[in-house]
């Protein structure tokens, strides 16, 4: 066996992942048998895998490897005066014109970006207005074409929902999370109070959020649904700089050793215009194919904005009391914030290979080994064999118990590995007609499709 390293390349076409992922049950579209909807996507049975696998990795390294974090799980519903305190309801939006032809919505930064101006979301109301009337010429309706588009305005993200309504009004209405990070604020003292948690500590939580994006675009990069792993370090009032440096260092490291992420695919990016809550920003950003880079995960300073605005708003007292000093201050907060569906895209686009093993291409799936959704199949070598599809149903019960492990019984042997290194299983167990004497199997490689004998008492072990 033999891969031959210098001719494996990755994957420079989105739409190659996207077809991949759905065919192998990664990512589908979701409602699609009613046509699809746009912005909102399925993770199919290996997608939730992968999904599930990254959000281990995560937790480990934000919970249960430090000594001061504590993990929550807050309902997505919160008061509306939540929103209102949070500055969401005013200051969360993106900026947007409308066609007069067909009343279609466009997003006035990405349509700026389109035509060659370098524009951002964050960027003031005036000085967009000021840009799309310099380059409205170059730009038309992506759905009509025409030419003549009304005022710059902002657009609010919020989703809302009547949840609680019962007047038919729904004049507060229940917003849902525009950020999964505000359920941590609403629990600080919470956290305080229970865990009798001492400044500086972190809090830890993986949250869905929702925007009513104007544009949904590129696969899971821009949906109106996602997931957010998010945590918020509580530091005492000007202590934020050197802690900053150490989460920004440790974010950076979690992708490239945990996750397995290319190091020359990432980069740091800062942000210019700062949104409305930070002090300071800083994104990492992945290349993904096709689409560039683009942010996966900011890390925020937020002063001390977010514990102030929600004790005013709450009248409950938010400060922390120093247990030595007695000194009561609001903490300042460093929040780090994910977003899952385009880490699980980075991770997917990095380990998508092709490479030549044994002079035949083959598409492989290097995903690090905690990652893969399968970690072993078990083969019978022929199907027609009962003694031998019997006793791979025993080596399979024994690793069921053990891993996630599948049974495959279908095609060539040599097919079968083929689908295997395409979902990034990295290892098969072949039962043979020596097994049935021996008590031994073969056991592959994924990545380099070498093969060992290997007793059956000891896989377990070994595929730990
Ligand atoms: N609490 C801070 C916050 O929400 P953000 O930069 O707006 O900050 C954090 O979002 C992360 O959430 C981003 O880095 C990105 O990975 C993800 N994210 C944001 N909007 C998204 C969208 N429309 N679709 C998918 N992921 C998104």
Not at 165 to 191: H, M, R, S, W
Not at 395 to 419: C, H, M, P, Q
């Amino acid at each position: 066996m033999s891969t031959d390293a210098g001719k494996e390349r990755g994957v420079d076409n989105m739409d190659e992942i996207i077809s991949f992922a759905k065919r192998k049950g990664f990512v589908f579209p979701g409602s699609e048998i009613y046509g699809g909807m746009a912005g909102i996507y399925d993770f199919g049975p290996l997608g939730v895998e992968l999904l599930n696998n990254i959000k281990k990795a995560w937790w480990k390294a934000n919970v249960y490897d430090k000594r001061n974090y504590y993990g929550i799980d807050s309902a997505i519903f919160k008061d509306p005066r939540v929103w209102e305190a949070s500055g969401h309801t005013k200051s969360f939006n993106d900026p947007m014109v409308e066609c007069r032809s067909c009343n279609a919505r466009l997003r006035v930064d990405k349509e700026l970006e389109k035509v060659g101006v370098n524009a951002d979301e964050k960027m003031s109301e005036d000085k967009l207005q000021e840009l799309f009337d310099e380059y409205k010429h170059k730009i038309k309706c992506v759905k009509c074409g025409s030419n003549d588009f009304g005022k710059v305005r902002a657009f609010n993200l919020l989703a809302q929902s009547n949840l609680g309504d019962f007047t038919g009004t729904n004049e507060n209405p229940a917003y849902l999370p525009g950020e999964a990070c505000q359920g941590i604020y609403l629990n600080f003292k919470n956290v305080v109070d229970s865990m009798h948690a001492q400044i500086p500590f972190g809090v830890a939580q993986i949250g869905k959020a929702f925007r009513n994006e104007i544009s949904p675009r590129n696969f899971l990069f821009r949906t109106r649904e996602f997931e957010q792993a998010d945590t918020q370090f509580f530091v005492k009032p000007h202590e934020n700089e050197k802690e900053y440096e150490r989460i920004k260092k440790e974010r950076w490291d979690w992708y490239v050793n945990e996750l397995g992420i290319n190091e020359n695919k990432l980069r740091w990016k800062r942000h210019d215009n700062l949104v409305f809550y930070a002090k300071d920003a800083w994104d990492i950003e992945y290349d993904f194919p096709s689409y560039g880079f683009g942010e996966i995960e900011g890390i925020h300073d937020r002063s001390d904005y977010d514990l102030t605005v929600h004790s005013r708003a709450s009248g409950v007292d938010l400060r922390y009391t120093d247990q030595e000093t007695g000194e009561k201050y609001i903490p300042w907060i460093l929040e780090t914030s994910a977003g899952l569906g385009r880490v699980f895209l980075a991770v997917l686009c990095d380990a998508y290979t092709k490479d030549i093993l044994d002079g035949k291409e083959r598409t492989v799936l290097k995903l690090k080994k905690n990652l893969a959704p399968i970690k072993v199949a078990v083969l019978p070598l022929l199907k027609n064999k009962p003694e031998l599809v019997s006793k791979a149903e025993e080596v399979f019960d024994l690793l069921l118990r053990e891993t996630n492990a599948i049974f495959d019984i279908s095609g060539s042997i040599g097919k079968r590995y083929r689908k295997q290194d395409e979902i990034g299983t990295p290892h098969c167990v072949t039962v043979d007609f020596d097994t049935l004497k021996d008590n031994s199997v073969t056991l592959r490689d994924r990545d380099t499709g070498e093969q060992i004998r290997a007793h059956i008492e000891d896989l377990p072990k070994m595929l730990k």
